[in-house]
């Protein structure tokens, strides 16, 4: 079902979104130049893959969803198949682009499609209720309100640090605006942060206060740099074909496959976009487009791209159509040349965003039966361990596990379709691959 919009808010939100996921152009490539990339080659590849394929969405699928390169597939990429086993990056690309390849194949057959419906609609319930409590954790943790503590795993960082103020003073007045159903809340909200944060030193002082002792990566050097296209199509396509490489393709294509699964249940579920039978909305389209995302990744120059959970920020602020992934697309653009411009906006500042869109995920826990154990038990899990094991993939993965084994158990084998069960045997290949 389709609510009511206009222009204007459709491109407040694909603002809304776009401050809350352009964290991605700095960050991918500072995670991706680990493994011997440059870092301005990742970066113009991360820009022109968030460009082109949250275009697609919004043109082909029609839904507000961003998509850019996926957090934990780039660590994936960096740690796990060029250090750990020893490959090159152009093969690493290739086996990005063959797990794209792959996704072609299973959306084109409409495989995955048929895997969306396969999730019983609780789960769906949990997935997007778990989904709002991790960025929720992560708003938190990028404001560095909580902190490891050896002697109770997390704790609270002294709210006394100037720091923490501010970020206090900045989820304060992002929610009041939402609460008072301000036109552009969230975009006021981190604009003030911003502007709050300015003093502690972004531009004089210690520069690292508002990256929170994290390595600057961007420090302001003007307001133009030249794109880099140096790993435009470097991938290696013969050699990431290797039999030794077929887990490695094999994890990209599990890993990718759950997240953008459970990343668009999970804002479907909480924005309502779903389609007269009451399935996701123009599913098939929006999955296919994720499949090109991964594809492009490897052509481009960046890891796999995926479905930005994100997208929730905009979808709060009144986003439904697809000019609201357009707009989004269409800002990251301008950061071919303009890079330097993101050292303005720190973390502390989309921090609060995180926080307020993970209250508002948390509306479909009320659609769960509570008082049916054997639901109410299965939807639980799924919900906490989103959270709990930082990773949306883990979450879904057991959930659906623990959803086949119960249910069999009590004699309810109706409740688990054909389809699901080759879920479950892909979950169990991806824990493998992934230890």
């Keep these: 079902m389709l609510a009511k919009t206009s222009l204007k808010t459709e491109i407040l939100a694909g603002v809304s979104t776009f401050l809350a996921t352009m964290y991605i152009i700095i960050v991918n490539p500072a995670i991706l130049s680990q493994s011997g990339m440059p870092f301005g080659g990742v970066l113009t590849a991360t820009v022109l893959l968030s460009f082109f394929s949250s275009l697609m969405m919004g043109i082909y699928a029609r839904n507000p969803i961003v998509v850019a390169p ?83 795993i997390i704790g609270v960082a002294d709210v006394h640090d100037t720091i923490i103020i501010t970020f206090l003073v900045g989820l304060a007045i992002t929610a009041y605006m939402l609460a008072k159903e301000v036109q552009g809340g969230i975009i006021i909200g981190i604009i003030i942060t911003t502007l709050l944060a300015i003093p502690i030193g972004r531009w004089w002082g210690d520069a690292s206060a508002v990256n929170f002792g994290q390595k600057v990566l961007v420090n302001w050097q003007g307001l133009f740099s030249a794109p880099d296209f140096s790993l435009l199509f470097q991938l290696d396509l013969v050699n990431s074909l290797k039999i030794s490489l077929i887990p490695v393709i094999f994890a990209f294509v599990f890993t990718d496959l759950f997240d953008s699964l459970s990343t668009f249940v999970g804002v479907a579920e909480a924005a309502d976009l779903y389609d007269e039978d009451g399935e996701p909305r123009n599913v098939k389209q929006a999955l296919l487009t994720d499949a090109v995302a991964t594809t492009l990744g490897g052509l481009l120059g960046s890891s796999p791209g995926t479905a930005f959970i994100e997208s929730a920020v905009g979808i709060s602020q009144g986003g ?116």
């Excluded at 084109?108 to 396969?118: D, G, L, P, S, Y």
Aim: charged residues 10%; positive net charge; proline residues 5%.
């Design 70 to 152: 996926g957090m934990g597939m780039n660590v994936f990429f960096t740690f796990s198949a060029v250090k750990g086993m020893g490959i090159s990056y152009q093969v690493a690309l290739g086996a990005v682009f063959w797990a794209g390849v792959v996704f072609l194949l299973l959306s084109v057959f409409n495989v995955r499609t048929h895997i969306v419906k396969a999730i019983p609609k609780q789960l769906r319930y949990a997935i997007s209720a778990g989904i709002g409590l991790f960025i929720t954790l992560i708003g938190f943790a990028n404001a560095k309100f909580i902190v490891p503590n050896p002697a109770t």
């Design 320 to 435: 439904r159509t697809g000019l609201t992934a357009i707009t989004a697309g269409i800002l990251f653009l301008p950061f071919l040349f303009l890079s330097p411009l993101l050292s303005v906006i720190p973390a502390i500042a989309t921090a609060p965003a995180l926080i307020v869109v993970g209250v508002l995920m948390m509306k479909p826990v009320t659609k769960i039966r509570w008082d049916k154990l054997d639901d109410a038990i299965l939807a639980f899990l799924g919900m906490v361990l989103v959270p709990f094991t930082y990773s949306i993939t883990q979450g879904i993965i057991w959930g659906f596990l623990s959803w086949t084994i119960l249910k069999i158990a009590m004699g309810k084998s109706k409740e688990v379709s054909w389809t699901l069960l080759v879920i479950d045997a892909f979950a169990l290949l991806a824990l493998y691959l992934g230890h």
